[in-house]
């Protein structure tokens, strides 16, 4: 059986998942006594938590919320979990230096021995060197569009296009989403002037206040906002969140052994075919951009189709030959 305090951490940290327990579940997951149950229950009530009993056939318990509640406690499990998330938090971003800051308030005041744990856990989160110039966004505007999404509030602001194309007027969307693509931020929101959804970054986003009136949520098309933004940004309309295909996609058979292939596939497809051949399926937004992706594994290609591949294998050799001539 754990220790009481051990015990005490495990069954707090069962009450903040915000459900009602009963005490039977709460002495199955623990181990003990139901009797044990109320005892520790009272103990965390004179700790100055605010646990309520909730009535019924079965009785129960419930963690309620409130400003009087002590600094919450974190199990061995929690507390790495929470180390690894604030050392990975995403780039890019105002709140990855309030990360790390956070995470050393948080050092201080663990136990030694979870201290220890926590020092052991040392993780670089590299940002890909193809987005080094991503700009940061502001935490202020993460928050501000996190409340309207909770609210259900519409929301006005102005949006800055990219390649220095002037701002265009004030957009006004129901906000649905915040996502996270290839560590930039990304709302995800009906537009109410064009009546289509729709993906803004948001380090381009400058809210308007105060927040329009509130609204009954649309479904999003598909019910799967990964699927929905992983179609979009793939140049699919997005109407069917279940399209997450490229438009150009290609299979070829490469000269390389699987292994080679497949840890520089991205979300291609690889078959082994033997020691030395692989079959690979892979997207693209062009052909010829699909053609040029094939191209940097350095080896012979044998496209096995469609022929529009074929053909921008050939437009782009083409194109090759005329830039080795003009040297």
């Known amino acids: 059986m754990q220790k009481t305090s051990s015990r005490l951490l495990s069954l707090l940290s069962l009450l903040q998942t915000h459900r009602d327990w009963s005490g039977r579940d709460l002495a199955e997951r623990l181990d003990i006594t139901a009797r044990t149950v109320r005892r520790d229950i009272d103990r965390l009530r004179e700790l100055g938590y605010l646990i309520t009993t909730v009535k019924g056939p079965g009785g129960g318990y419930r963690l309620a919320a ?62 890909p060197p193809d987005d080094h110039r991503a700009p940061r966004t502001d935490g202020q505007v993460l928050l501000d569009v996190g409340r309207a999404i909770r609210a259900r509030e519409e929301l006005r602001f102005d ?6 194309t002037p701002a265009g007027a004030p957009r006004r969307v ?8 290839r560590d930039r931020w990304y709302l995800v929101a009906w537009d109410l002037d064009r009546a289509d ?28 906002v990964a699927a929905f933004v992983t179609g979009r940004f793939r140049g699919n309309d997005g109407h069917d969140g279940t399209r997450t295909r490229w438009p150009c996609e290609g299979e070829v058979v490469l000269h390389l052994p699987a292994a080679d292939v497949a840890p520089f596939a991205e979300d291609g497809v690889v078959e082994e075919l033997g020691p030395h ?4 399926t892979l997207g693209s937004w062009s052909w010829t951009g699909l053609a040029a992706a094939l191209g940097r594994f350095d080896a012979d290609i044998e496209v096995v189709g469609p022929p529009r591949l074929a053909t921008a294998f050939a437009e782009l050799s083409a194109r090759y030959g005329r830039a080795a001539k003009a040297r």
């Open 159 to 164: 949006h800055t296009p990219g390649s220095g």
């Open 66 to 127: 409130g400003h009087q509640l002590p600094p919450l406690l974190f199990d061995d499990d929690q507390a790495i979990a929470l180390a690894v998330a604030l050392q990975t938090v995403t780039v890019g971003t105002a709140v990855a230096d309030d990360a790390v800051r956070a995470l050393a308030t948080l050092r201080q005041v663990m136990p030694p021995r979870l201290r220890h744990r926590i020092d052991l856990l040392r993780v670089t989160a590299v940002r």
């Open 277 to 280: 051949h692989c079959r690979l």
């Open 197 to 224: 959804w729709r993906t803004f970054r948001v380090d381009r986003i400058r809210p308007r206040t105060p927040n329009g009136p509130r609204f009954v949520p649309r479904e999003l098309p598909g019910g799967d």
């Open 174 to 181: 129901h906000p649905h989403h915040l996502v996270t693509w």
